[in-house]
Structures are given as structure tokens and as C-alpha cells.
């Protein structure tokens, strides 16, 4: 029944912006959504999953992948039920599709302790 729905993403120029939107649906959202940690991942074809960024479920504890550092910015909005992840300077690097995550066991930077999965939306930088 959780299930995540992911929107933006698009095709932009390196240099630019795009904002990433990720949100739960089904009541069981309403009642766990606040106690979980949410993350988002990339992959692009032929290579593994690779973690971008992990929020807790209060916000307090925030992480980044070492390249997107002081470029992305990860947030949540629990009334919502929605995070967010908003891409600033892109590079032809972060090219790839983005998945929204959910993990029950908190923030981690390993895709396997994740439980739910967002639908991935493309994002591509030209250079």
C-alpha cells in the first residue's frame, strides 16, 4: 500500500537548477512517514546504484555523497510527507535516473536497508 511518487527532473544545462519532489501516498503515510529516514540514489546504465543524499526522520542528521557536496540540498516537509532535493550547479556527471527511498532503520548511504521505492525520474545535463 506505501507507495512514493517522485516528480520533476528533466533536461538542463550544466550550470543549472532542478528540484526533485518525492511524496507518499496511502493512510499508512499519514502515521510512518515522520519516523522515517529518506534518502535519494542514481544509477545509470551498467554501473551499481550510487547514494546521493539521506535525511532523518527530524531532519536533524543530513548527509552527501562527497561530489554533490554544497551543490544539493535535501529536505522534508513531514505534514507533507514529502522531500525534496533541489540540484544547483549540475554537471554533465549527475546525469542519471533518481530514486526516492524509504528505510524504517534510519540514514544510511547503503541501498540495501532501504524498504520503499520511488518510480525514478530521468535527469539529464548537457554540457
Known amino acids: 500500500q506505501v507507495q512514493l511518487v517522485q516528480s520533476g527532473g528533466g533536461l538542463v544545462q550544466a550550470g543549472g537548477s532542478l528540484r526533485l519532489s518525492c511524496t507518499t501516498s496511502?493512510?499508512?503515510?499519514?502515521?510512518?512517514?515522520?519516523?522515517?529516514?529518506m534518502a535519494w540514489f542514481r544509477q545509470v546504465p551498467g554501473k551499481e546504484r550510487e547514494f546521493v543524499a539521506t535525511?532523518?526522520?527530524?531532519?536533524?542528521?543530513?548527509y552527501y555523497r562527497d561530489s554533490v557536496e554544497g551543490r544539493f540540498t535535501i529536505s522534508r516537509d513531514n505534514p507533507k510527507n514529502t522531500v525534496y532535493l533541489q540540484m544547483n550547479s549540475l554537471e554533465p556527471q549527475d546525469t542519471a535516473i533518481y530514486y526516492c527511498?524509504?528505510?524504517?532503520?534510519?540514514?544510511?548511504?547503503?541501498?540495501?536497508?532501504?524498504?520503499?521505492w520511488g518510480q525514478g525520474t530521468q535527469v539529464t545535463v548537457s554540457s
Open positions: 527511498a524509504a528505510s524504517t532503520s534510519g540514514p544510511t548511504s547503503w541501498h540495501g536497508t532501504y524498504d520503499y
Open positions: 496511502g493512510r499508512t503515510s499519514g502515521r510512518t512517514f515522520s519516523t522515517w529516514a
Open positions: 535525511i532523518s526522520w527530524d531532519g536533524s542528521s543530513i
